[in-house]
């Protein structure tokens, strides 16, 4: 097995030569892949990401030793130290213009008790926190009361102008405890009602709005005293099990001046079977009202006689959590002042000390490989004996499994402007199952560094799949989505399922992991690990990645992308 210290090769040239732009591009560039003979000269750079080293940084990261990589742990202060340890002994520059490898990220950590009472005509409906619901905070105060609170079903909980609908309409939601669906509304097409309407919330796929985190908001917005989302594990598409993993212990915030009391009260959960028992009990059926709010002509439903109190005793600390950032500057005096993020978050759930035997979310897959995997790409930019023309960034982020917070925090107060990053690439678990023939994008259609990926897969004999479970979102759950929300263009790709000569295997072991593993305590390094796989899914993300780095255009969002905007406006266009 390789060491980390690895000596760099031989030297390496520069892909096709450009010229240097005066200002980014306005318009999307064709796909940039390398030419045979620079793909060629990237060879001893490329080999440099390999199974064996991903597996040895995972093994590391994913140990009992580091605790589960909770923020504010010990777990935080191993992994700080081996990732930064890592950048340095690369060689890579301190991250911080203040000459050190961290960003600091102040949160504060809440570990709350909370008690939920639902009350009927008069008659309470017994609910078991963490079998029945979960329910949290992110007031900074001791405690949090909702006393009495009016229960109304909103449907989705969606106010998006853009398709005309409106979930709310003629509520005033202000003191009131909102009861939601998961997910977005699944409008039938009117021309083959067997698949869903394109137009509307972008059919299979999810859109912002379906994430757990938009209803929360719009409730805050709105002034609710209580949000209240009904989990479903197929269009959820992970069990109640993940909600109560990540919902049960501490939970994590950026520490604002207000103390997050602009928040909504309470955000809460509970499970389909004790919902469909308190609409039972309030004289309504829950699948009626499940269908009908599919309609833009839904509207909002009081839960006659339902009132819902919740009591949450807080246990409050300030954390100082950190983001490890390494960087290597890029050769050209112009475009060094333009950079490209790696990201891969390094935190877990740390460990439940309540628990018989097993106490420890290791997070091997999600996140320990990602890391790995930036790490090993930090090894291969390292080793190039001629530097890739703009400056790169490697960033470990802190807080992903809390709410995206570590990126969120960066995003918003960035150590290099964001109008002169030109690109980010995030990992958030890598294939653990082969080779594969194919390689998927992650909310498919968004920008041009898509193009610039396929180009490189198309030459490696490989195809890129669409995200082939679009319904999960998940381009707005790992860190690129901070980025992306500043305008930043932005790729997240995942493992592809089809394993050569393994007919079928890569999409079971992909069902497996999430019935089995994800977010839970067996998400441990296993013996039948085959990270060859991922080995090649990185160095993919390594190639585009100089490809971006020494461009003579920027990556580009492409029409009808809800981020487009926000870049024109950040470049004045």
Known sequence: MK?????????????????????????????????????????????????????????????????????????????????????????????????????????????????????????????????????????????????????????????????????YKGLDVKGKAIVMLINDPAIPDPKDPGKLDEAMFKGRAMTYYGRWTYKFEIASELGASAAIIVHETAPAAYPWEVVQNSWGGEQFG??????????????????????????????????????????????????????????????????????????????????????????????????????QGDQIYNGAADNATGVAGLLEIAQAYSSLKIRPKRSILFMAVTAEEQGLLGSKFYSENPLYPLQQTVATFNMDVLGTWGATRDTQIVGAGQNSLEDDYTAIVTRHGRIVIADAEPQKGSYFRSDQFNFAKQGVPSLYTKAGVDVVGKPGFGESKREEYTAKDYHKLTDEVKPDWDLSGGAQDVQLLFEVGDVVANSDRWPVWKDGSEFKAKRDSMLGK
């Open 3 to 167: 060491t980390f210290n690895r000596i760099a090769l031989s030297a390496v040239v520069l892909l096709a030569a450009c010229h240097k732009k005066e200002a980014p591009s306005a318009e999307a560039s064709a796909p940039a892949a390398p030419s045979v003979a620079a793909e060629n000269a990237l060879a001893p750079a490329l080999a440099q990401i390999d199974a064996a080293g991903l597996l040895q940084h995972t093994k590391v990261l994913a140990s009992d030793e580091f605790e589960g990589r909770l923020p504010g742990t010990v777990g935080e202060e191993k992994s700080v130290a081996y990732i930064s340890e890592q950048f340095k002994t690369m060689g890579l520059a301190p991250g911080n213009p203040d000459g050190s490898y961290v960003q600091n990220v102040p949160l504060v950590g809440i570990t709350g008790k909370p008690v939920m009472n639902l009350i009927v005509n008069g008659k309470t409906i017994a609910t078991t926190p963490g079998k029945d619901f979960v329910a949290a905070t992110s007031h900074v105060v001791p405690e949090v009361k909702v006393e009495g609170s009016d229960l109304v079903f909103v449907g989705y909980g969606v106010k998006a102008p853009e398709y005309g609908w409106d979930d």
């Open 254 to 355: 950026l520490a604002n001046p207000d103390k997050n009391m602009s928040r909504v009260p309470v955000q809460s959960w509970i499970t389909l079977d004790k919902a469909k028992e308190l609409f039972k009990a309030s004289g309504q059926d829950f699948d009626a009202l499940k269908k009908a709010a599919l309609s833009k002509d839904f509207k909002p439903v009081p839960l006659a006689k339902a009132k819902v109190s919740y009591t949450i005793e807080n246990t409050v600390r300030e954390v100082q959590s950190h983001n490890v950032i390494a960087k290597l500057e890029g050769a050209d005096d112009k475009l060094k002042n333009e950079y490209l993020i790696y990201t891969a978050h390094w935190d877990h759930f740390g460990r439940d000390t309540s628990l």
